[in-house]
């Protein structure tokens, strides 16, 4: 009788083995963008032992499913173009249609590369309007961070077009730089977009490109416990539901609705502008800023547009008593819509409570603070009136969870360990905000992961492009150190890896905001970078100047560089500012500059022996106005010349 139901069980799993479909991967799917002119690589799952054929371009390929369901085939490169389909058949049928075929990137990161169009809707209104590009297509990566081992697929994901309602969805970075190489070369682009905002690059590095940082290593082999990652989860979230127990106490927090009827003890603050720079020291808790507003008779019952430019950290909106924005943290832009019947003729009430956690709170400077109604604006800038609702007695604790999307091979794991079998044209990468802390050790872990993804993808010379941090927070007018500064350096560090490109982008940031708006530019400096470098085109100034030596004569430094174009300059016809020396002592001491046939000459007069040299080294250099005659900037850098 046992024998009996052993035979039944192998019969049941052979009748499964039998009955299983072929599987592809999430990233093949109906209107894919492969590589052109390389060997593809189709890929998927069936039942072991199951014949699988695969016919594209008129060719057949035949595999058979091994014993883990594994099948692959190596189909015979093609031509850029389109549209292709591709038929796989084993237990079941699957046709993909609308394949083109042109150049893949991978286009990873954090969150300036997350940005979105739909983020920047005012400023790019008329490029999504004008988006008609349907040989420009986007894969968005779904967000995944796993602790336990590389991920076989993702979880979902769709090929779309460039046409005005799915390239909102694109990143701004990534569409910009695919449409300046789509209207140059006329050949299909493909975008693999991966990035999650926050990450470090830690959690893009598989584990086997992590070992040779032995104290990350323990991390990463620590996560693997489940039982003790979810014991410090369990517990540091504990110790935060007790704290916002008690923060919620607190008498005014559960308002939800503003009282506007008492207002006489309001006191008067001016929008934008931090309290604690306008005399409410030291307070972390809620605020609420109360604003009038009178409108024409035209005005009354119209939907409009509120800017509320950036508030530090939450806040929730209101007119005339009804809700009509919210969000719970500070990074992102307020742009709130207003229904229709909210607004009214004559005095409207505008009310904004803001929840401070830590630090500075308020309204960021520097931002567009407006109610546009039709075509007329109302302008918000100004002085509002506050009322101090909740005082925050108990400081919030500090976290000491373990965040999946931040630890080490994490979203290697969920995100990019799916991939690597697809074949990419290159790598376009922007990160480096969640290192600034520690530039000393991303000097070793860029270099690190752009050897990691070529041994992933099985291509030693992969081109990688990469995003060197703008400029950011308030300007320096003194020689200092900078955490940012030396980010920047570890990134230019990096150009000595072969089949490499930097962009400079000193001139882009803003000070007040971690991402900044202007990243149309961004994406098409990445596109010279990958004309230069990839397509070998040799015409083309891809980059700004790039330092390569300094000599002493005498008390000045004389400065060479590459990528000088048409020759050295300024952005504004000035001398050339931000250069500081310094003697042994590596006291720095600002220097100044001029351009000799295509050199930089450089001496102070505080510094008789100068030992050190550095250009734009800060967080937001005030004159980094060093570029070549075809505008591009120069890299901030530091050396040494003995």
């Not at 925050?392 to 976290?399: I, L, W």
């Not at 790039?546 to 005498?554: D, K, L, M, N, T």
Request: with cysteine; net charge neutral; proline share 6%.
């Amino acid at each position: 009788m046992r024998w009996i139901i052993v035979v039944f069980a192998i019969c049941l799993l052979s009748n499964t083995w039998v009955s299983a479909q072929v599987r592809l991967p999430a990233i093949v799917r109906d209107s894919m963008v492969v590589q052109r002119d390389t060997r593809l690589k189709i890929w998927g799952w069936a039942s072991p032992g199951e014949r699988v054929q695969v016919v594209l371009n008129k060719r057949r390929y035949n595999a058979t499913a091994e014993a883990d369901g594994t099948w692959a085939v190596w189909v015979a490169p093609l031509q850029a173009g389109g549209p292709y389909m591709l038929d796989i058949q084993g237990s079941n049928t699957i046709t993909l249609r609308n394949i083109l075929a042109g150049d893949v990137w991978l286009c990873a990161g954090q969150s300036n590369m997350v940005h979105s169009l739909a983020l920047h809707r005012e400023r790019y209104a008329k490029e999504i309007a004008q988006a008609n590009y349907p040989q420009i297509r986007n894969f968005t990566v779904p967000v995944a961070a796993t602790l336990q081992g590389p991920r076989e697929t993702l979880s979902g994901g769709r090929w779309k077009s460039a046409n005005p309602s799915d390239v909102k969805g694109f990143s701004v970075v990534a569409y910009f730089f695919a449409r300046a190489l789509y209207e140059k070369y006329r050949v299909p682009v493909g975008i693999i977009h991966a990035s999650v905002g926050g990450s470090p690059i830690e959690t893009w590095t598989s584990e086997e490109g992590l070992r040779a940082f032995p104290e990350t290593m323990v991390v990463l082999q620590q996560n693997k416990d489940s039982a003790y990652v979810n014991r410090m989860n369990r517990d540091a979230g504990a110790r935060h539901d007790a704290w916002e127990r008690v923060v919620r106490s607190e008498a005014g927090f559960s308002v939800t609705a503003p009282d506007e009827t008492k207002t006489k003890d309001w006191r008067a603050i001016y929008v934008p502008g931090y309290w604690e720079d306008q005399g409410v020291q030291d307070l972390d808790g809620i605020v609420r800023y109360r604003r009038e507003i009178v409108l024409p008779a035209s005005a009354a019952g119209k939907a409009a547009r509120l800017a509320l430019g950036r508030i530090v950290d939450a806040d929730d909106v209101y007119i005339n008593g009804v809700a009509v924005g919210h969000t719970g943290y500070q990074y992102p832009q307020r742009r709130y819509s207003v229904p229709a019947g909210v607004l009214k003729a004559g005095k409207n009430i505008l009310t904004v409570r803001v929840t401070n956690y830590h630090g500075k709170g308020g309204f960021v400077p520097d931002k567009p603070y407006r109610l546009i109604v039709e075509n007329d604006t109302v302008d918000l800038t100004g002085y509002w009136r506050y009322k101090v609702d909740v005082v925050f007695h108990v400081p919030e604790p500090v976290a000491e969870t373990i965040p999946p999307r931040s630890q080490p091979a994490a979203l290697f794991n969920g995100m990019i360990a799916p991939l690597t079998s697809y074949a990419i044209k290159g790598i376009v990468w922007y990160q480096g905000e969640s290192n600034t802390s520690d530039a000393g050790e991303y000097r070793k872990l860029l270099p690190a992961l752009i050897a990691d993804w070529r041994r992933q993808w099985r291509h030693d010379d992969l081109p990688f492009l990469f995003v060197q941090l703008p400029n950011f927070n308030e300007m320096n007018y003194l020689p200092e150190e900078s955490q940012w500064a030396s980010l920047r350096e570890a990134q230019r560090q990096a150009l000595r890896v072969p089949r490499t490109a930097m962009v400079v982008t000193i001139d882009l940031g803003e000070w007040n905001d971690i991402h900044p708006g202007n990243k149309r530019p961004i994406g098409e400096r990445l596109a010279l970078a990958a004309r230069r470098l990839v397509y070998d085109d040799r015409q083309v100034v891809s980059s700004g100047p790039v330092f390569q030596q300094a000599r002493a004569e005498g008390r000045s430094i004389i400065l060479s560089f590459s990528e000088t174009g048409t020759g050295l300059t300024t952005s504004d016809g000035e001398a050339p500012g931000q250069f500081a020396v310094a003697g042994m002592d590596k006291v720095f001491k600002w220097a100044e500059a001029r351009i000799v046939n295509n050199e930089v000459v450089v001496s102070s007069e505080f510094v008789e022996q100068p030992v050190y040299i550095r250009y734009a080294w800060g967080d937001n250099p005030a004159k980094a106005n060093l570029v070549n005659r075809e505008g591009l900037p120069a890299s901030p850098f530091e050396d040494r010349l003995f």
